[in-house]
């Protein structure tokens, strides 16, 4: 575990939303009541951080809601000096922030760097103790960070039944890779429909198997697809390639959508079904088992202060998964 330091000063390092894709100087955050202080060690750049550098919600505030740090400060049952992560929606009833599937529909919640309150994309960010999760021992940093997509990943797959046919995944990027390990876990056969010849090799050891874009036009359709591409194009093909009275699983989140041919949902009488965030709790089981693994789905680490390169980097095609450290760890 690494050292304490209490930190007196007034700033702190962080990316928001004004600032742009760039760390930006902001008062640092004391604990409100039921808070706790958590010094930020790692913390992932995600497609919703991206959407909204973009203009995709209002918000105005730090971003960033993958992260694992250490507590520094707190009067209350989660001591200092406790690794943790955290679950993102924080309803306004707070005594129930852990029934993560209320928090998440509460039409009163906040979200950490997403709606009403701070991220984590900062050098510490104050957050209520209710939404804390303990990290295990075997899970470090830079695998906590990742306890959050997880658990959207494996709600996705939640959605499919276990003695389902071969389902399709649209795209290879962060979500879609732990799209692919959580079928793996769960029995579902896999199959996939990338972009990178790198990140589909990474697929291709989850077990799933990899087709051709034309070869997929012209082939079977698929009972369930989960659409994890991040673009536009990827909901098309997703619903093209459905068959009649399947599901399509959408877990993508735009900025915008503009030419999406919904008749053939219509025609085929289409299932859709939106899916956002699933159990941490649950992630963190996961990754501390070893049973999905996730640290190697980091492409790269970068200092805070170097955000601007963190986010140039995720242009990158073959780019997965990019994370921040705000303190070297
Ligand atoms: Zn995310």
């Not at 009163?108 to 900062?122: E, H, L, S, Y």
């Not at 170097?306 to 095609?317: D, T, V």
Request: hydrophobic share 40%.
């Amino acid at each position: 575990m690494s050292k304490i330091t209490s930190d007196n000063s007034e700033k702190m390092l962080a990316v928001t939303v004004n600032g742009g894709a760039r760390s930006v100087q902001v008062r640092k955050p004391s604990a409100g009541t039921g808070e706790v202080v958590i010094r930020v060690e790692r913390v992932g750049i995600c497609g919703t951080d991206w959407a909204m550098l973009n203009g995709y919600s209002d918000f105005r505030g730090i971003i960033g809601h993958e992260f694992a740090g250490i507590v520094i400060e707190s009067e209350s049952a989660i001591i200092a000096g406790t690794r943790v992560t955290a679950s993102i929606n924080i309803p306004k009833d707070i005594d129930s922030a852990l029934d993560w599937k209320k928090a998440k529909h509460d039409p009163d919640r906040t979200a950490m760097g997403i709606r009403g309150r701070d991220g984590a994309m900062a050098e510490f960010v104050a957050l209520p103790e209710n939404i804390l999760h303990k990290l295990p021992d075997n899970v470090d940093y830079a695998s906590g960070a990742m306890a959050e997509p997880l658990a959207a990943a494996l709600h996705a797959v939640e959605l499919i039944p276990s003695d389902a046919d071969e389902t399709l995944i649209v795209g290879d990027g962060r979500l879609a890779q732990l799209v692919a390990r959580g079928l793996r876990y769960q029995g579902i056969p896999a199959a996939v429909l990338g972009k990178s010849l790198k990140k589909m090799g990474m697929m291709r050891k989850s077990g799933a198997r990899i087709i051709e874009d034309d070869h997929a036009k012209n082939g079977d359709l698929f009972q369930y697809i989960i659409e994890a591409s991040g673009d536009e194009k990827g909901i098309q093909t997703a619903i093209d390639l459905v068959r009649p009275e399947g599901t399509v699983i959408l877990k993508s989140t735009m900025a915008q959508l503009n030419e999406i041919d919904l008749s053939k949902v219509v025609v085929k009488e289409v299932k859709l079904i939106g899916s956002r965030c699933g159990d941490i709790a649950k992630a963190l089981r996961f990754i501390n088992s070893g049973e999905i693994e996730v640290n190697d789905l980091i492409s790269a680490v970068y200092p805070l202060k170097q955000a601007a390169r963190a986010f140039e980097a995720m242009k990158n095609p073959d780019t997965i998964k990019i994370q921040l450290s705000p303190h070297g760890n």
